[in-house]
């Protein structure tokens, strides 16, 4: 297939969602597409917890649901299996690659129904993390391999040239790339963010962005709000509103939360935060409590923070495994190597306590003595009221009698940090994504573009037109 010499520049999902976000940057005969993930829309989401996701047509059933985009060349013959309307892999002579620039499941989601010959690339970090989640069963549907990259590090398919740059987000690994053909330079932010544990690393990223230069800038606007809401212009700031907590102040306000109960303290995260498992740590040291984990975020922590002090707590499920013989390989290492407490051991002494209660294993409160406990919810799913299952959280938790108390922060800048951080980059022209109201997100000097789907926007000569 020879295409004119220009790049091309699609958008396929992610333009007025959170999350979702697909983009793809093709040069003659190359093609790489960044991000493959699934919208976060629990309220309208197929996969309810009841509705089975058929392991044997995934690609199919996917695309019927509207879940991953149409796009030629990225799936198998055999997954497609007679799908009108899209060219699988096999017949498609481009060199394609798929580049992610996190491990959330909004930009990771759909990754395994890509076509196992397709190489997918994460950060060293990324894939680590990847690999230990992948493990304890917490990976994406479909099996394949995957390839890694390194912070800094340049890479080729075809003649587009990749560098991926480090952020702070909220997990390991993310990144933003710089994107290089003959016709001009992108840079695609990913997800970032000032107040987490590393906000010179965003500085860092504008500092070598800048070097190497660009002409298009895609960038994240989760939490851009609508005008409705916030009338006045976004004034650029890196400064810290004093109500923000951030990811370092964490701890101590857990703590604080802590130290007012006489009870248990039970907590609710995305394991996926390496940052915040750290700060569970330091909250349970230093509020003389020892933190309990259930085993998958156990194992996340022996692999990412070794040196670690904590228990592990033994459902009734887990522990119905262990008499019928079935504990995993990893589980079984994992018991062997740190101490285990069961609901009946911890209640000896509650207040001695801060544990861990994912939203799934919820009924495990039941067995617990809640007595003047606290529920620190920590940015875990449920995520908040956009969600129906939040609700059943708090009133679950209303039922039970323990206080449901929020202490967390985001993974995205805050407006006032989008606009300063967009104002130092100042490209010529901006494609906000990846928000609700990316309008927003005004450039000081270039040329805002509102993208839209089914459009090929045309970069050639450092300029983008729309084909």
């Not at 798929?98 to 990771?108: F, P, Q, R, T």
């Not at 933003?176 to 010179?200: N, V």
């Not at 939490?223 to 109500?243: M, Y």
């Amino acid at each position: 297939m020879t295409t004119l010499e220009q790049t091309k520049i699609r958008f396929w999902g992610g333009l007025r969602t959170i999350g979702g976000t697909i983009v793809t940057v093709e040069y003659k005969d190359s093609r790489v597409v960044f991000d493959f993930g699934l919208k976060y829309d629990p309220s309208t989401n197929f996969f309810d917890g009841q509705l089975k996701l058929r392991t044997t047509s995934i690609v199919k059933d996917y695309l019927r649901l509207g879940m991953i985009p149409k796009i030629d060349g990225l799936y198998s013959e055999q997954d497609l299996a007679g799908e009108e309307g899209v060219v699988p892999a096999e017949l498609d002579k481009r060199e394609t690659a798929v580049i992610i620039s996190h491990i959330h499941l909004d930009h990771i989601g759909a990754m395994g129904t890509i076509a196992p010959e397709i190489p997918v690339y994460l950060t060293s970090d990324s894939l680590k993390l990847y690999r230990a989640l992948d493990t304890v069963g917490e990976g994406v549907p479909g099996n394949r391999n995957y390839q890694s990259c390194d912070y800094e590090q340049s890479f080729n398919v075809g003649e587009i040239t990749i560098t991926p740059i480090p952020v702070d987000h909220d997990t390991l690994g993310a990144c933003a790339f710089h994107i290089q053909t003959p016709d001009g330079s992108i840079l695609y932010s990913g997800d970032l963010r000032l107040h987490g544990k590393y906000p010179e690393r965003i500085e860092q990223m504008i500092e070598k962005a800048k070097e190497r230069s660009f002409d298009v800038l895609i960038m994240e606007g989760t939490t851009l709000n609508s005008v409705e809401v916030h009338r006045e212009p976004l004034v650029p700031s890196k400064e810290l509103p004093e109500n923000l907590l951030t990811e370092t102040l964490i701890p101590s306000k857990m703590v604080s939360v802590l130290e007012e109960a006489n009870g248990i303290g039970c907590f609710n995260i995305y394991n996926r935060n390496i940052d915040r498992l750290e700060g569970i740590l330091e909250a349970g040291k230093n509020s003389k409590r020892t933190v309990v984990f259930e085993p998958e975020t156990a194992y996340l922590v022996s692999s990412f923070l070794p040196e670690s002090e904590f228990a592990i707590f033994l459902s009734s499920g887990t522990k119905e495994e262990m008499k019928n013989g079935k504990l995993l390989e990893w589980k079984k290492a994992l018991f062997e190597r740190y101490e285990t407490l069961d609901a009946v051991q911890i209640n000896e002494s509650p207040s001695r306590y801060f544990m861990q209660n994912s939203y799934e294993h919820t009924m495990e409160i039941f067995d617990l003595n809640v007595e003047n406990g606290v529920y620190i919810h920590s940015n875990g799913v449920p995520l908040g009221d956009f969600d129906p299952s939040y609700q059943n959280l708090k009133n679950f938790l209303k039922r039970i009698g323990i206080d449901h108390v929020l202490v967390g922060t985001s993974g995205h800048a805050i407006p006032n940090h989008l606009q300063y951080i967009l104002d130092e980059l100042d490209p010529d022209f901006l494609i906000p994504l990846h928000s609700f109201h990316p309008e927003r997100l005004i450039p000081r000097r270039g040329r805002q573009v509102l993208p839209e789907y089914g459009v090929t926007y045309v970069l050639k000569n450092h300029e983008l037109t729309i084909q």
